[in-house]
């Protein structure tokens, strides 16, 4: 297929970072995780002159752009991490997501409060907006962090929750959703409209199953712009007999000058602690 502003045929990928447009990227990669604080995501840029790896900084604001020219686009944005020589004449930049504002650091003690009172106390003091906040339906007598992250306080409710009241937890988790809201509990991305397919005979490339209960399966299909962890998605399997929908608890999705896939890992939310 013929190389098209750095991408594969029908395949288009941008970023503009500080400002600046970039229409020609070799690669681009982009990873989410339902039980983890940060999306990160990776690109390579031409820089046979070197001027690139001059100019980033780390922090500068990044957006990405990719998916298929004949139809809408995913957009998502992120800060530079850092930046580092690539492969000749190229360099390549490792991007953070908005919920890098979930390691914002607290201390304090609350009695008598539920936890997702504490909750969004916290998000608004890290100036987060909150989507929905689910009730585990329990008081707190006593409950306090010292110098921790936002994450880490959510994970301590959570945990608190299950060894004081029995709350199964095991699938709780803090996420931002793409409009920078955050969500908190057990529940799939509530501002989902579309249920993506991968099935065989269509967009199924690969299909791994988990191989053991603690484990995870995993689904390799064409680019999939739109999927992000926490949203649901079909699979439909002949071969072995899947047809169900799953909640997403990892997506990844690579793009360069040869393909397009992305990855979508699947299965039991096991307890974290």
């Known amino acids: 297929m013929a190389d098209i502003d750095g991408t594969i045929d029908g395949i ?41 790896i001059s100019s980033i900084r780390e922090g500068d604001a990044v957006t990405l752009v990719f998916g298929y020219r004949n139809g809408l686009p995913a957009t998502w944005s992120g800060t530079v991490e850092w930046v580092r020589p690539g492969s000749k004449d190229q360099t390549e930049v490792g991007i953070v997501g908005p919920e890098k504002a979930f390691g914002t650091r607290f201390t304090q003690s609350f009695m008598d409060e539920t936890p997702e009172a504490i909750l969004r ?13 689910d009730s585990p339906g329990v008081v707190l007598p006593r409950f306090s962090v010292a110098d921790e992250t936002l994450w880490a306080l959510s994970e301590k409710l959570e945990l608190s929750c299950q060894r004081a009241f029995g ?107």
């Open 12 to 52: 288009i990928v941008r970023a503009a970072i500080a400002g600046r447009e970039y229409l020609r990227l070799p690669q681009l990669w982009l990873r989410s995780l339902r039980h983890a604080p940060l999306a990160r995501a990776g690109l390579t840029l031409p820089d046979p002159a070197g001027e690139e």
């Open 121 to 133: 106390w916290a998000l608004g003091q890290a100036g987060i907006e909150a989507g929905r906040l």
């Open 167 to 273: 709350l199964d937890a095991s699938a709780w988790c803090l996420w931002m959703d793409a409009q920078g809201r955050a969500q908190w509990g057990d529940f799939d991305d509530p501002n989902q409209t579309t249920v993506y397919t991968v099935a065989t005979g269509n967009n199924l490339i690969a299909h791994t199953p988990a191989t053991d209960a603690a484990g995870l399966s995993e689904v390799e299909t064409w680019l999939i712009p739109g999927l992000l962890h926490s949203q649901v998605f079909r699979l439909v399997d002949t071969r072995r007999g899947v047809n169900d929908e799953f909640r997403a608890l990892s997506v990844r999705h690579e793009v360069d000058s040869g393909r397009a896939r992305t990855f979508i890992q699947y299965g039991s939310e096991h307890d974290r602690w």
